[in-house]
DNA sequence: AATCGTTGCTTTATCGCTCATTTAAAGATT
DNA sequence: AATCTTTAAATGAGCGATAAAGCAACGATT
C-alpha cells in the first residue's frame, strides 16, 4: 500500500507550510530558488504526484473532454476520435468516451453524466433520431463549449466541424458524368434525411445533373436500407430498369457493396457496364479485388479540426461564446470501380 | 451562467445542514422520510446535481477506468473498447481513452497520467515494444486493478483476457488440412515475437502438422512485414517454390490480401490452387468478392471479458489482489478462400 | 533611528461532498 | 418523575490543492 505522498507530507518533512509546497511546485515567483529546489528534491524523494482530481475541483476544471459518438468500433467515429486524442493528449486532456447506439435516450444520458464529470467541453455526432434541442441548450448554458462533429445540429453558440457533403456528393457525381455516365441513380436513406447530411448528397447530386444539362428523374432515387441487403436490392431494381442506369452514387459504401455483387452476379461489368462509387471511403473499399471509388470524410482531420475548434473555445473564459462552423472539402478516392477511362487506385 | 446548486444551497433552503442534504439524497437510513422527500423536491428545483469530482476526492473513487490501446481507430481496438463500455456504462463507470501508437515511452506517460488521474483501474493491451515492466508493477503497488487484453505480460497480480492464439493457428491449420492441403506456409512476423501471439500461432501451426504426420519445414515459414506488401512479397515467394505449397496460414488479414492479389495476379485460383486462411477476422475479409476465411478473435466479448474481470475485482476492495486469466476460444470463419469441398460463408 | 518596501513564508478559507461523532429531542421503562 | 433508548439532525473534520491576505525579517532610504 504505497499510499501517495500529499504536498502536506511534504510540508512536514520540510516543516513548512503546504501553500509554499504548492507554490513552488507550481514555479510561483513569490518562492525562493532554495525552497523550489528543496520541495522538488522531497516531492521526489517521496514519489509525490499531484492529484488532479483535487485540482480539478479546486479550479472547476477536469482537464477532460467529453466525447460521444454513435458507436465507437465503427471505424469513422475511431479515426475522429484518435484525432480528437492526438492533438488533445499533448495538451494534458484526457478524452472520456461514450456511446450512443443512436439512442437518444443514452444520449441524454450520457451528457448529463459528462456534465457531472465536470468535463470541460464536449465533442459529438449526434444520433439520427435526435430530435430534442434541450439538453444541447443545457450544456451551453452551462458554458460548456460544444463541438458537433460531422452530425451537427443548428443551435447558437454551439461550434461544428462537418464535411462539405454537399460538395462531396456533388464532385463524385460530376466523376461519373466525366467518365461518361449519363443515367446515374442515387441511393439513399430518406429516413435519414433528418441528420442532414443524406439530404446534402441527395443535392449534391441533384445540383451536378442540372448543372451539366442531365435531366432529374425522381425513379433514380432509390430509398433502400443502408446495409448490404439494401444495396443487393437496389442492384436488383437497376437491373430490372428498362433503360438501364450506366452509373451509381451511392451516399454509402455498404449499400453500393450490395448493389455490386448483385450486378455482378448478374455478368455485367463493373466500371464498363455500370461505374459506381459510393461515400465514406470505408477501409474495405480499398482492398477489394476491384477498388471501389469513394468520397473520403477525413475523419481523421475532423477530429483534430474539433480538437482545436475546442481549443478555441476555451482561450479565454471570459469570452463571449465563440461560435466556429468548419466546412472540411471531403476527397475523391478514385479507383477502379468508377474508373472507364483511366484505370487508377 | 447557471451556475451549479451544491447541497448547502439546498442546506441553506430548507435551513438544514448539509450533511443532512447528503444523507436525504443517498437514501440514508437515519433520515426521515420528511426531509428525503423535501430535500429531493428542493433539489429538482434548485438543478441540483451531483459532483462527481468532490464525491471523486471525498471517496478516492473517481468511477473510471483507462483503457490504453495502440490505436483506438484499429477495428480490433474499437471493439474491444465497445464491449468494455457497454458493459462498465450501465454501472456507472467512465472510460477514458489513451493511445500508445506501439511507442513505449507514450505507454509509460499514458499509464502516469492515469494513476494521476485517480482511475479506479486499467485495461490495456500493450505495445508491441514494451520491454520494461516495472511501469505496470506501480500500478499494482498502488493496488489499482490492472487488466491485460489480449497483448499481456506475466506480471503476478495483473488479470488478463487473451485468445487462446495456439488453438486459433491450430484449428486453422487443421481445417486447411482437412481440406485436402498437405503442404501449408505460414506467414509470420518473427520481429513480433516478444508479444507472444505471433509465437503461439506458429506453435498452432506447428502442432497441428505434427498430429497430422505431415513434416515441418521450416522453408515454409516466410518472416515478412505485417502488411499488404509484406503478403505480396510472400505470395511471390510462394510462387517460386519448386514444390508449390497448397495452402497458406498467415497470422494476419492484411498479409494474406496481399499475398491473394498476388498469387491472382499470376493466374492461380484460390482455394483451388492454393487454399488461404487468416487471422483476426477484420470486416474486410467478408466483404471481398472471394470472402476470405479467418480466425476471429472475439473483440467484443474481449472487451466485455475484461469489464467483468475488472468488476471482479473491486468488489471487495479489501480482499488480497485477485489474479484471473482468462482465455477465449477463437472462432474460425471458413469463406470461400478455404472451401475446397463445401463452399461456404 | 525611524520608516518604507521587498521578499518569502504562514494562515486561513474554499472547492463540494461525506463520515464519524456529538447533541437534542422524543419515546419507553421502571 | 427520573433514567435509559432510540432516532434524527447538527457539528466538525478532512479529501488534496490553491488563492488571497497577513505577517515577519531584512535591507534600503531619508
Known amino acids: 500500500m504505497s499510499d501517495k505522498a500529499t504536498i502536506y507530507d511534504i510540508a512536514k518533512k520540510l516543516n513548512i507550510s503546504a501553500a509554499t509546497v504548492s507554490r513552488a511546485l507550481n514555479d510561483h515567483p513569490k518562492t525562493s530558488n532554495k525552497t523550489k529546489i528543496l520541495v522538488q528534491e522531497t516531492a521526489l524523494e517521496l514519489g509525490y504526484e499531484q492529484n488532479k482530481l483535487a485540482l480539478a475541483l479546486k479550479s472547476g476544471r477536469s482537464n477532460t473532454i467529453g466525447v460521444i459518438v454513435p458507436r465507437i468500433d465503427i471505424n469513422f467515429f475511431g479515426s475522429i476520435i ?47 433520431n435526435t430530435k430534442d434541442v434541450s439538453i444541447f441548450e ?3 448554458d452551462k458554458n460548456t463549449p460544444l463541438i458537433f462533429v460531422d452530425r451537427k445540429l443548428n443551435l447558437k453558440g454551439a461550434s461544428s466541424v462537418t464535411l462539405d457533403d454537399f460538395k462531396g456528393a456533388y464532385q463524385a457525381t460530376q466523376h461519373l458524368i466525366n ?27 441533384t445540383q451536378a445533373l442540372k ?12 430509398d433502400i436500407e443502408n446495409d448490404i441487403n439494401g444495396g443487393k436490392k437496389a442492384g436488383q431494381k437497376i437491373l430490372n430498369f428498362k433503360d438501364r442506369p450506366d452509373g451509381i452514387f451511392s451516399s454509402s459504401d455498404f449499400m453500393i457493396l450490395g448493389a455490386i455483387k448483385e450486378i455482378k452476379a448478374n455478368g455485367l461489368k463493373i466500371p464498363e457496364d455500370i461505374a459506381v462509387i459510393g461515400f465514406s471511403n470505408e477501409p474495405f473499399t ?45 476527397k475523391l478516392k478514385i479507383r477502379q470501380s468508377s474508373s472507364k477511362k483511366t484505370p487508377a487506385n
Chains 1, 2 share one sequence.
Request: hydrophobic share 40%; net charge negative; glycine share 6%.
Open 179 to 205: 467518365q461518361g455516365c449519363n443515367r446515374i441513380t442515387h441511393l439513399t436513406v430518406i429516413g435519414y434525411q433528418s441528420v442532414g447530411i443524406y439530404k446534402d448528397r441527395l443535392e449534391g447530386y
Open 82 to 128: 484518435r484525432g480528437i486524442e492526438d492533438e488533445l493528449y499533448p495538451r494534458g486532456y484526457h478524452i472520456i468516451i461514450c456511446q450512443t447506439h443512436d439512442n437518444e435516450q443514452k444520449e441524454i444520458q450520457n451528457i448529463n453524466a459528462l456534465l457531472n464529470a465536470q468535463v470541460d467541453g464536449i465533442i459529438t455526432s449526434i444520433t439520427k
Open 286 to 330: 480499398k482492398f477489394m479485388e476491384n477498388p471501389i471509388s469513394s468520397v473520403d470524410q477525413c475523419a481523421l482531420e475532423m477530429g483534430k479540426l474539433a480538437a482545436k475548434v475546442f481549443l478555441d473555445q476555451i482561450i479565454d473564459p471570459k469570452l463571449l461564446k465563440v461560435e466556429k462552423n468548419v466546412i472540411l472539402a471531403p
Open 211 to 222: 448543372d451539366n444539362d442531365i435531366p432529374f428523374d425522381a425513379d433514380l432515387i432509390l
Open 138 to 140: 443545457r450544456i451551453l
